[in-house]
C-alpha cells in the first residue's frame, strides 16, 4: 500500500533547473525521513539529499549549494529543486521512505531519469 511516486524528470541543458517530485501515500508521511537518491546503470545509488521528519536538511558535498530539498507534510510531497544542473548530474532519481525507526523498511519510487546534456 506504500507508494511513492516521482515527477519532475526530463531532458535540460547545462546550467538549466528542473524540480522534482515525489508524492507519498500508504504511511504517516510527517514522520519519515525522506530522501532522494540517484542513480546511473553501473554504479551504486548515491544519497544526494535527505530531509528529516522534523524538516532538517543534508546534501551530498557534489549538489550542495545547487539542489533544494523541501518537504509539504500537508500534501505528503517531497520536492528536489535542482538548479545549475550539470552533466554529472546525469541519472535516475529515487524518492525514499525510511521507516526504520518504526520496524520498517526502506521504501523506494519507480524512479525518473533526469539527463543533463547540450
Known amino acids: 500500500q506504500v507508494q511513492l511516486v516521482e515527477a519532475g524528470g526530463g531532458l535540460v541543458q547545462p546550467g538549466g533547473s528542473l524540480r522534482l517530485s515525489c508524492a507519498a501515500s500508504?504511511?504517516?508521511?510527517?514522520?519519515?525521513?525522506m530522501s532522494w537518491y540517484r542513480q546511473v546503470p553501473g554504479k551504486e545509488r548515491e544519497l544526494v539529499a535527505l530531509?528529516?521528519?522534523?524538516?532538517?536538511?543534508n546534501y551530498a558535498d557534489s549538489v550542495k549549494g545547487r539542489f533544494t530539498i523541501s518537504r509539504d507534510n500537508a500534501k505528503s510531497t517531497m520536492y528536489l529543486q535542482m538548479n545549475s544542473l550539470k552533466p554529472e548530474d546525469t541519472a535516475v532519481y529515487f524518492c525514499?521512505?525510511?521507516?526504520?525507526?518504526?520496524?520498517?523498511?526502506?521504501?523506494w519510487g519507480q524512479g525518473t531519469q533526469v539527463t543533463v546534456s547540450s
Open positions: 525514499n521512505a525510511d521507516g526504520r525507526r518504526y520496524a520498517l523498511r526502506l521504501y
Open positions: 530531509i528529516t521528519s522534523d524538516g532538517s536538511t
Open positions: 500508504g504511511f504517516t508521511f510527517s514522520r519519515l525521513h
